[in-house]
């Protein structure tokens, strides 16, 4: 007899009896993808509006990143961090030659990266800056998203996040996003960072006041106080630039990048930032059995070379520019705001109109994937080889959605 096929529901109850309940996908089962596009085990294409939020940048299955990725695979894998090998050095070189800092720390999640990010934060502070031991203190933006391990849940303000976690981790101060008074109230003698998303994602791509992060670089000059900037989601060409810090010519003392670093392919994340910070740390102290291996390093080498060219941050650009121009003429016809920089715009529906959740089903019925946040936003953020045309298609389903409702 000829076996059946396992179907679209068949595969979402697999999903439902035998992996945790910690996310709520939309009922389609992906099985191919390539570029912009992806497709359903029905056969049925949609155009990927979403890109892994972030880490499918350079689209799904990008040649030259499938290539270096197979390539390595022939070659070795894994050694870990005990002996050397012949990809660490050149990716890490090669990292900091584009984005203009002294040393990489490699690691897998970007939550690793923010982890780490913080240790490195509090260590300086205690061997450089000479805050007295377990004191130290960061300072982090209400509404934050900078991933869901225990300490950085700690942080959050988002009660979801947070409820049933507890006891959290001292030590760090929140205050509200794009205020600059109320960071410069919070800075004490103890400060040793202030951590900030140039724009927040998850909280619906909430762009901050115009000069806000340059007043941050300022606060932290004049106290001595590092910056740290989580481009884990806008960095890396999202924004229209590498940074969507460079939007203000402002540089952070360290970067935590991820998604986009492994290109869709594995996870890859780092911290890169200045030297004598990034150098507070010694053998033994901090380590990671995957980071910095020997695949993810041919991954992210390919990922450095493709954004070294510019084209990415240009596609993001002009095609960011295209995308909101066309969202904002929704305004008023069931979208009530628009923000975002580049090809990434959180799309507030207007009251009266379908639940995020609801949106987001419908336009997947229309044949474009697209997620809600927050219960009333669409964050879009399409692969940056996406079309104008393509980007016509999702907006146009937008406006079917919220304005037909």
């Known amino acids: 007899?000829?076996?059946?096929?396992?179907?679209?529901?068949?595969?979402?109850?697999?999903?439902?009896?035998?992996?945790?309940?910690?996310?709520?996908?939309?009922?389609?089962?992906?099985?191919?993808?390539?570029?912009?596009?992806?497709?359903?085990?029905?056969?049925?294409?949609?155009?990927?509006?979403?890109?892994?939020?972030?880490?499918?940048?350079?689209?799904?299955?990008?040649?030259?990143?499938?290539?270096?990725?197979?390539?390595?695979?022939?070659?070795?894998?894994?050694?870990?961090?005990?002996?050397?090998?012949?990809?660490?050095?050149?990716?890490?070189?090669?990292?900091?030659?584009?984005?203009?800092?002294?040393?990489?720390?490699?690691?897998?999640?970007?939550?690793?990266?923010?982890?780490?990010?913080?240790?490195?934060?509090?260590?300086?502070?205690?061997?450089?800056?000479?805050?007295?031991?377990?004191?130290?203190?960061?300072?982090?933006?209400?509404?934050?998203?900078?991933?869901?391990?225990?300490?950085?849940?700690?942080?959050?303000?988002?009660?979801?996040?947070?409820?049933?976690?507890?006891?959290?981790?001292?030590?760090?101060?929140?205050?509200?996003?794009?205020?600059?008074?109320?960071?410069?109230?919070?800075?004490?003698?103890?400060?040793?960072a202030i951590l900030v998303e140039p724009v927040q994602g998850e909280a619906g791509v909430v762009v901050p006041p115009a000069g806000y992060l340059r007043e941050l670089r300022r606060l932290c000059d004049e106290n001595n106080v590092l910056l740290v900037a989580d481009e884990i989601q806008s960095g890396l060409a999202r924004t229209g630039t590498l940074f969507a810090l460079d939007h203000e010519g402002v540089r952070a003392d360290l970067y935590t990048l991820g998604k986009a670093l492994g290109g869709g392919i594995l996870p890859v994340s780092a911290v890169v930032g200045r030297g004598d910070v990034l150098g507070v740390l010694k053998p033994g102290e901090h380590g990671s059995t995957f980071g910095g291996n020997p695949l993810a390093c041919a991954v992210g080498r390919a990922v450095v070379r493709l954004l070294a060219t510019g084209e990415y941050q240009e596609r993001s650009r002009v095609l960011g520019e295209h995308l909101h121009r066309s969202l904002n003429e929704l305004v008023g016809r069931g979208v009530a705001e628009v923000r975002g920089r580049g090809l990434w715009a959180g799309v507030e529906i207007a009251p009266g109109g379908p639940s995020g959740r609801a949106a987001s089903e419908a336009m997947m019925a229309r044949g474009v994937l697209c997620k809600e946040t927050h219960e009333t936003t669409l964050r879009v953020a399409p692969p940056l080889v996406i079309t104008e045309a393509e980007v016509d298609r999702g907006v146009e389903v937008i406006a079917e959605v919220v304005a037909g409702h």
Request: glycine content about 8%; overall charge negative.
């Open 1 to 192: 007899m000829t076996a059946v096929a396992p179907t679209t529901a068949d595969f979402i109850e697999l999903d439902e009896r035998w992996s945790t309940h910690n996310y709520h996908p939309l009922p389609v089962v992906i099985a191919e993808a390539e570029g912009a596009w992806v497709t359903d085990v029905r056969g049925q294409r949609y155009l990927d509006f979403l890109a892994g939020y972030s880490a499918l940048n350079f689209g799904h299955r990008h040649p030259a990143l499938v290539a270096a990725a197979v390539e390595q695979l022939g070659r070795v894998t894994l050694t870990s961090r005990a002996f050397h090998h012949d990809q660490l050095g050149l990716f890490c070189r090669e990292l900091a030659e584009l984005t203009g800092t002294d040393l990489v720390l490699p690691m897998n999640s970007g939550a690793e990266a923010v982890e780490s990010a913080v240790k490195i934060a509090r260590k300086w502070a205690y061997q450089v800056k000479g805050v007295p031991q377990d004191t130290a203190q960061i300072i982090v933006a209400g509404s934050n998203f900078h991933g869901r391990t225990t300490t950085i849940v700690s942080f959050s303000t988002d009660e979801v996040a947070r409820a049933d976690f507890g006891p959290f981790t001292p030590g760090f101060t929140a205050v509200k996003y794009g205020d600059v008074e109320a960071v410069a109230a919070a800075i004490t003698d103890r400060t040793a």
